[in-house]
């Protein structure tokens, strides 16, 4: 028989209400369109994103870097049984 206590959470029902209108009027000046130098504006400021290129070419350079450290110091390190000299058997002819 176990000592431990059970636990029963107490139920929480949450009523939601949502209140929608029945007639939704929409702005006049939303519907006019926009001039042309509204358009050049808009058009300057999300064509301009040069900087997220950049970044990721930085972290790609920089984990390839890291990728080409591990990699060299794996083939390049020696583990203590190869650092040994071996003896040869000069035995045989």
Do not use: C, Y
């Amino acid at each position: 028989m176990t000592h431990e206590i059970p636990l029963v959470a107490p139920v929480q029902v949450n009523m939601v209400e949502v209140l929608v209108p029945d007639h939704v009027e929409a702005p006049i000046q939303s519907m006019t369109t926009p001039s042309p130098e509204q358009v050049r504006a808009s058009e300057a400021a999300f064509t301009k994103n040069d900087e997220s290129h950049l970044v990721a070419g930085l972290m790609g350079m920089w984990t390839g870097t890291l990728l080409l450290h591990d990699l060299a110091v794996e083939h390049f390190d020696e583990d203590e049984e190869d650092a040994r000299p071996r003896k040869e058997d000069r035995s045989h002819p």
